[in-house]
């Protein structure tokens, strides 16, 4: 089984409406993070989170919110989908301590908004 | 401009080349990160380094802290290395946010 997983990996939804993607990890990570790819661009943070009750925005957090409902999930929620967060979402996780660790990521959701 | 910018953007070469993609940033770093990202969509982190080089199987990656640069080679290059291979970079102020190079599209072609 793989140690981070996403849900849904593909999603089709119209503007306005409410989603919320999740993310689960095995690894034991105490660190997670959300990011979105579009094409051109690179990775960009959204929010990351290093313990349960601890939660910052990354560059790109308007729009989005989330939640840390354990060590183990993070999710990411829409409140009202627009067209221009049509994109890729990766979860990502990282072990606590040294100044950088090796991030693990999750398969992805591609996510449209119509 | 860009943090960190990668080049080539796209690259196609035959089985078996030798294979540069270099990666420069702008920012004091505290490492940088060497990602692949398989057509289907997933990333897999292949070397995080800080300095030197680092080498797994048949890729190497190297980095001039000096000149804020880096390099990921492969060797005897094969179609299944087809993939993004993307650069990313640690802040130096421990925080482990990551800062993400554009991707450099490998396409080896037997």
């Known amino acids: 089984d793989a140690d981070v997983t996403q849900t849904p990996r593909n999603r089709i939804t119209k503007t306005g409406k409410r989603i919320m993607l999740e993310c689960s990890q095995t690894?034991?990570?105490?660190?997670m993070y959300w990011y979105r790819q579009d094409p051109g661009l690179g990775l960009r943070l959204i929010y990351y989170?290093?313990?349960?009750?601890?939660?910052n925005k990354g560059e790109i957090s308007d729009g989005y919110s989330v939640s840390r409902q354990a060590q183990a999930k993070f999710s990411l929620s829409l409140e009202s989908a627009i067209p221009n967060q049509t994109a890729l979402y990766f979860c990502?996780?990282?072990?606590?301590?040294?100044?950088?660790?090796?991030?693990?990521f999750g398969p992805g959701t591609r996510l449209l908004v119509l | 401009k860009n943090e960190v910018e990668q080049s080539p953007q796209n690259l196609t070469a035959q089985e078996g080349e030798f294979i540069t993609i270099n990666c420069s940033y702008s920012?004091?770093?505290?490492?940088l990160h060497w990602l692949q990202q398989h057509p289907g969509g997933g990333i897999v982190s292949l070397f995080m380094?800080?300095?030197g080089k680092k080498k797994h199987g048949r890729l190497i990656a190297t980095i001039n802290i000096q000149e804020k640069h880096s390099s990921l080679h492969i060797t005897a290059s094969h179609p299944r290395d087809s993939a993004v291979y993307i650069c990313?970079?640690?802040?130096?102020?421990?925080?482990?946010?990551?800062?993400f190079g554009t991707g450099t599209r490998l396409t080896i072609i037997p």
């Open positions: 990502a996780t990282s072990e606590a301590g040294r100044l950088q660790e090796t991030q693990y």
């Open positions: 690894k034991g990570h105490d660190r």
């Open positions: 989170s290093f313990d349960v009750k601890d939660i």
């Open positions: 920012v004091g770093i505290s490492a």
């Open positions: 380094l800080s300095s």
């Open positions: 990313a970079v640690g802040s130096n102020f421990g925080n482990e946010k990551l800062t």
